[in-house]
Each structure stands twice: as C-alpha cells, then as structure tokens.
C-alpha cells in the first residue's frame, strides 16, 4: 500500500465549525499532527493575542477521506491562540486584557504621557523650567526693574493637560527713578507707575499743587468788655499770616490799626489774608462786645411792685415802683423817679430803694391792689412813662421790645 502523504491546509475562516475534535475518521484515514508552527506576531503592541497554527497530513488514500483538513478534525483543532505582551508601559498595570496606568498616563498601553504644551514666555522676564508634562512646575521670573503681576509666579501642569493659575506679566516697577514727586514728596513704586505721598501744603499726582492756605497765628478770640464809660477804647493783637512756601501773602482787615473806640454794642474784627499764587484764603474773624457795666439787682420794696425793661437788659436798665393799696414812700422819696443802671446818658445812677411804709388814708403816686390783677396796667403805665421821660431814646432804639409784655413786674 502506498501512503501519500498530503498536506491539508487548515481552513482559514473558523465561522460555521460547530463541533470541535478529532474527526471519527482519525484512525481510518491515517491523521497525524504536524509540528505547530511558530507563534505569529503579537497583535497589539500590549495585551494582544497571538495565534499559530499546525497542519494535518493524511496518510490513507481509502475511499471517503477526502482530501480535506476536515477529514480529520475540525478547523479549530488547527489553530492555537495565546496572550501576548502582558505589559503596559511607564509603570502601567496589565491583567492580559487592558491596562491601567499611572497618573499622568494615558492610552491602551499607557504609552502617552498628559503634557501641558509650552505656557509660553512674558515680556521683561524669562520662564524657568523646560518640561510640560504632567506635574512638572514652571516658574516665571522678572527682570530687575520689573514686578511680576496679574498672574502666579508658579504654574503646574495638572492631569487635565492645563497649566495651573494663570500667566503673569511684568510691570515696570522703577517709575520713582525719575524723581517724579516734587517738593519733598516721597515716591513709592507701583506696577507700570508710582505714587506720591505728599509733604504738608503739597498735593497733586506729582505734589506740584500748592493747597497749602496762608498760616495765621495770634488771631485774637472774641472780646467781652463791660465799661462805665460810653465808649471805650478796645485794642487786640494784629495776627501774623505766613505761608510756609514763601509766597506772597495780601492781608485786609476792616479796621486800620488794631485799636478803635466802641459805643456799647457787638462788633466783628475781621483780617483776611488770600494768597494770590493759589487764590486760597485765611479768615481772623472774632467779636468785640462793648457793655455798660452792670448794677446790683434792686431789691422788690415791702408792700409795693419793682417795674422794670425786661429788653436789652446788658444795655442799661430803667426801674420804677408802685405802691401797694393805702402804702406810701416815705418823705423825699419822688415816686416818679426812674432808677437807672447803665445807659443814662448822663452817668450812673444806682439807688438803694426805699423801704414802703404804711400808712392811712394817705395815698401819693401811683398804687395797685393785686399784684397778678393789676400786672397789665402797671406795665402799659410803665411804657407810658418811661416814653416820655427823660430816657425815651431806650424805647426808640429798641422800638419792637419796647412793649407792655416786655416789662417785668415783681411784688
Ligand atoms: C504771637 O504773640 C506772641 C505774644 O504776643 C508773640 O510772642 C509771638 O511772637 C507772636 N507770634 C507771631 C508769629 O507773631
Ligand atoms: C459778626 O459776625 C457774625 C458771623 O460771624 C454775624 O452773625 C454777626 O451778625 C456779626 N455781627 C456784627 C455786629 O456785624
Ligand atoms: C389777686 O387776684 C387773684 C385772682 O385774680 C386771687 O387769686 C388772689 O388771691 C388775689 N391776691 C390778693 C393778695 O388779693
Ligand atoms: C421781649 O423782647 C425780646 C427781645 O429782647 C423778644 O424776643 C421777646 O419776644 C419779648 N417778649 C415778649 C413777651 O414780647
């Protein structure tokens, strides 16, 4: 018997082979393996497959074994799969099917590395650091003269490829080399600029304003005077106004020389300096008050009424009396006589007032029965009198206080 030994090719195509094994037809056709061949190429680059393959020679030529690998066995009996670079890279883990990778890695094998790019360099300063991927840190620097700004001087590369913070930027930062701040003013750098911090009397972006307004001293506060004369002459203390940047200062004042006679009265003083460089303005403003100096009070009379101005008392003040229902003065006593302290025109009169003395049936002058009854015809009779006395000028002068309600009357 001859044998021929024919090589069968394994089928390609694996799709359609339902049942797996050694055909029954083995023995009788005289299957033997061949050798497998070598493995093929692994698949993929890591955790990939690869296969091989053996033939089958058939020795019997016997009639029903054909020619054909499936005479012996089914296709799947031809190849052989296994795993093949179980591994991924830069420290990845394998389990023979994918990978999983260290932070900062990335693809199926773990071979892509998370990168940031270049974060680019800034004018005036220099980038340090020249790696971008993931973790590394860069750092940016200025040039001397220059302050980094509107950014952070440190960036790191974060697992989502992008830089942390933001790019800063180099500001000048030498703007008081040129001596920008004038009169004493001392200069502080700020990015791109700088600023002044001004001496007194000095403002302005360069402290090139002069606000300072002229200096006054000795500016003489308000003045009260009492007097027993009429007038009287008041002096004060001429103020000094300076400017401490030496300019020129102008001074007016409304009294020409620092003494004047006052009446009784309120008066102002007043010096004003303006500093023509600048048109600012200092004021000495202060009041001078000229009084009558005042009596003591007049005691109310036992049995009578006290009747007095109740205006512009500090001016002068004009007493009279009333006798109470059958009371009397005694002997050379004129009932009719004012009693002044102050403004008489004619000096000072002060009189210690008569006690009233009882008596009957007699009755000189005027008189009243009840003090609260009586009140409003004692002060008409008062404004009456006083109108036509000798001090009548007190009620023009002072026309709308120079009413009955302004009288005082005091039992
Ligand atoms: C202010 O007045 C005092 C006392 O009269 C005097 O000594 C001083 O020199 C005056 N100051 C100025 C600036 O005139
Ligand atoms: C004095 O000046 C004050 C304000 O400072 C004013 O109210 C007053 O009327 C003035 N007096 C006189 C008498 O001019
Ligand atoms: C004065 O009159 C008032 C009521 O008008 C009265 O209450 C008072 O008692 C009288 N005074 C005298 C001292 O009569
Ligand atoms: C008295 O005179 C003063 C001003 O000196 C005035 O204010 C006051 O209203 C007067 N009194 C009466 C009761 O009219």
Request: proline share 5%; glycine share 10%.
């Amino acid at each position: 018997m001859r044998s021929i030994p024919w090589l069968l090719l394994l089928f390609l195509s694996l799709l359609g082979s339902t049942e797996c094994g050694i055909s029954s037809q083995w023995d009788q056709c005289g299957c033997r393996w061949e050798e497998w061949e070598a493995w093929g190429e692994c698949d993929s680059e890591c955790n990939g497959e690869r296969k091989r393959s053996r033939r089958v020679w058939l020795y019997t030529n016997m009639p029903g074994c054909v020619f054909e690998f499936n005479t012996c066995a089914t296709n799947d009996m031809g190849w052989d799969y296994s795993n093949c670079n179980a591994f991924c890279h830069n420290g990845g883990t394998s389990n023979s099917i994918s990978c999983s990778c260290v932070t900062g890695f990335y693809g199926a094998c773990c071979g892509l590395q998370v990168n940031c790019g270049n974060p680019g360099s800034i004018t005036n300063g220099i980038l340090n650091g020249g790696t971008f991927t993931y973790g590394s840190t860069v750092t940016y620097t200025c040039q001397t003269g220059y302050l980094l700004v509107d950014g952070s001087s440190s960036r790191k590369c974060e697992l989502n490829a992008i830089w942390s913070g933001t790019k800063p930027r180099c500001a000048y930062y030498n703007s008081c080399s040129s001596g920008p701040c004038k009169n004493g003013g001392i200069c502080t750098n700020i990015p791109d600029d700088y600023q002044c911090t001004c001496s007194n009397g000095w403002s302005g972006k360069n402290c090139d304003v002069d606000i300072q307004p002229p200096v006054m001293t000795n500016c003489s506060s308000d003045k009260y005077i009492t007097t027993s004369k009429l007038t009287d002459l008041v002096e004060w203390q001429i103020p000094t106004f300076t400017d401490p940047h030496d300019f020129r200062i102008d001074v007016t004042a409304n009294y020409l020389t620092n003494e004047f006679t006052f009446p009784w009265g309120d008066f102002n003083v007043s010096y004003s300096a303006v500093k023509p460089s600048n048109g600012l303005i200092t004021d000495c403003l202060f009041g001078i008050s000229l009084r009558p100096k005042p009596c003591d009070p007049m005691s109310v009379p036992a049995n009578g009424a006290l009747i007095c101005n109740n205006w512009k008392t500090d001016y002068g003040q004009f007493c009279t009396f009333f006798c109470k229902e059958s009371y009397t003065v005694p002997r050379g006593i004129i009932i009719d006589d004012f009693y002044v302290c102050g403004a008489s025109g004619r000096g000072r009169l002060q009189i210690q007032f008569p006690i009233v003395q009882s008596t009957t049936g007699y009755n000189i002058g005027p008189t009243y029965s009840n003090c609260s009854d009586n009140r409003r015809e004692m002060q008409e009779f008062y404004i009456e009198k006083l109108s036509q006395s000798d001090f009548s000028y007190f009620c023009e002068k002072f026309q709308e206080e120079c009413i009955p309600e302004n009288v005082s009357v005091q039992c």
